[in-house]
């Protein structure tokens, strides 16, 4: 055999060598590629079933909600709508002191039962949609307001873009829900809402004169959670930070979409 031939022979292994090296690589290639879709979409699988746990919850809440206003203005509200007529039914007393509790007790019934019919309106969130998300916060101050717990200030920027139902509900519950926890631990005297309009996104903030941020690293319960789970669907951020001099404001910036906007001036 010559040199040519051993030469040809060579080349020829090592071709084959090649080829043989090609296709293992590519094999483990295709294999890791599939392994990586597998996590991809097994990942993309738990994201949506935790999505949809938690678009479950949040309906069952609402639904909860609903049935308590319907529970505060069906029965708790007709009960004392009945004292208030039976109070007035009353032939006034013939002593001064009398009329004047009597009267007092009319009234603070009549103040009760208004607190009850807002805070009903304010669970129920087919009165949500109805006035949408920039009335109802406007509802919800007020009702604070009148309260006396603190004061509570309101105020909006830029153009009002009404959102899908979903996505005004979902917000509406995240401020209420912001409040809420200003009223149970801050020990706040203020407190300023800000919705500012912005070509893009709907930047909301929540600032407090209260404690500060040591009672937000404390509190991690079921409204913070909630307030990051409404956050989550709707793709927004939710950050908190010092305020000055002292208290927390919250800002939820939330992508809006303009596709589906309707843009109003208030």
Request: proline share 2%.
């Amino acid at each position: 055999m010559g040199q040519p031939d051993i030469n040809i022979i060579i080349i020829c292994f090592t071709l084959i060598f090649l080829i043989l090296v090609g296709l293992l690589f590519g094999i483990v290639v295709k294999a890791h590629q599939k392994k990586i879709g597998f996590l991809l979409e097994k990942q993309r699988t738990q994201l949506a079933f935790e999505a949809e746990i938690a678009r479950t919850r949040i309906e069952i809440q609402e639904q909860d909600l609903k049935n308590i206003s319907w529970e505060l203005h069906d029965n708790i509200g007709q009960l004392l709508s009945v004292a208030k007529l039976q109070l007035t039914m009353i032939k006034p007393p013939e002593l001064e002191e009398d009329a004047r509790i009597l009267a007092e007790s009319t009234e603070m019934i009549s103040d009760v039962l208004a607190q009850i019919r807002m805070l009903s309106r304010s669970l129920n969130h087919e009165y949500i949609v109805f006035n949408g998300l920039v009335k109802s916060i406007e509802m919800e101050v007020e009702r604070l307001n009148r309260l006396r717990f603190l004061q509570a200030f309101f105020q909006i920027e830029g153009d009002v873009i009404h959102m899908e139902q979903e996505n005004e509900i979902l917000l509406f519950r995240m401020v209420q829900e912001s409040m809420s926890n200003v009223i149970k631990h801050a020990k706040a005297t203020i407190l300023n809402i800000t919705l500012r309009f912005e070509p893009c996104n709907l930047i909301i903030e929540i600032e407090d004169n209260g404690m500060g941020m040591e009672l937000v690293q404390n509190e991690k319960g079921i409204g913070l959670n909630n307030v990051l789970s409404r956050a989550t669907m709707l793709n927004a951020q939710v950050s908190y930070h010092n305020a000055f001099p002292h208290g927390v404001k919250v800002i939820i910036d939330c992508p809006l979409r303009n596709n589906d906007a309707i843009i109003n001036d208030v």
